[in-house]
């Protein structure tokens, strides 16, 4: 699946699983955490999460919250054409819906691509059958021409013509994003951000025409968390760029000990529109 990012050749394992060479000559060393790092010399990437963005999502979702997300995800990878047997995730955090989505898909690998090191780092030991990338979503993928059966994206920037290159004929897809009623009853107590009114027409602008609609569902469902869970929540999204954390710990104080929480999220799925 994987392309040298300086001259686009395959590349191969290093003997000992120590890092990866395309024919070229260019070595990408494997870190001690597990993952690799494939940018060209001199790119820096988007700074992305922090290490304490990316702990507080590694507690979340470990403990299970958006199981659901998961599983809806999962249901649309599966809902188009025979079960696919690669997956790319792009800004796929720790790694934790691409191993839910591989626990479905006892033949297919993957590759989690995220341009922080500190959720690479996590991703690394997500699943036996995915590799951890640190890369720049928004530049030319690391990835070889139609090379991936399903490209997954939830709650992370979509990359329109660098999705539709790299999939595979029959491949697709599948986005998720947070719907109006997301998190609804945080937004006034702690101050979170709205979710866009326009971000149907945000994404589908960032897709097009590149690719073109191919299915759409949803999920939804009510949580009971508690203090630490909503800390946790807050912490590991784009609210946490804009609440201090003492301010956060002052607006959760001030909830009961367990809030009902909206989790509401549209899954769209897309296929090359070419």
Known sequence: MLACPVCGGPLAALPGDTGLRCSGGHAYDRARQGHVTLLPPGHVPPSGDS???????????????????????????LADGPPPGTLLDLGGGTGQHLAGVLDRLPDAVGVGLDSSRYAARRAAGAHPRALAVVADTWARLPLRDAAVDR?????????????????????????????????????????????????????????????????RSGHRERLELDRAALTTLVGMGPHARHLSPERLAAAVDRLPERTAVTVSVDVSTWAPAA
């Open 51 to 77: 290490a304490a963005m990316v702990a507080d999502r590694a507690a979340f979702l470990s403990a299970g919250h958006y199981r659901g997300v998961t599983r809806a995800l999962a249901d649309a990878v």
């Open 151 to 215: 490209v997954l994206v939830v709650f992370a920037p979509r990359n329109g013509p660098e999705t539709a290159r790299v999939l595979a004929p029959g491949g697709r897809l599948v986005v998720v994003t947070p719907a109006a009623d997301h998190l609804a009853e945080l937004i006034g107590p702690l101050g979170l951000l709205q979710v866009d009114p326009d971000k149907a027409r945000r994404l589908t602008a960032a897709l097009e025409p590149s690719l073109r609609p191919a299915g």
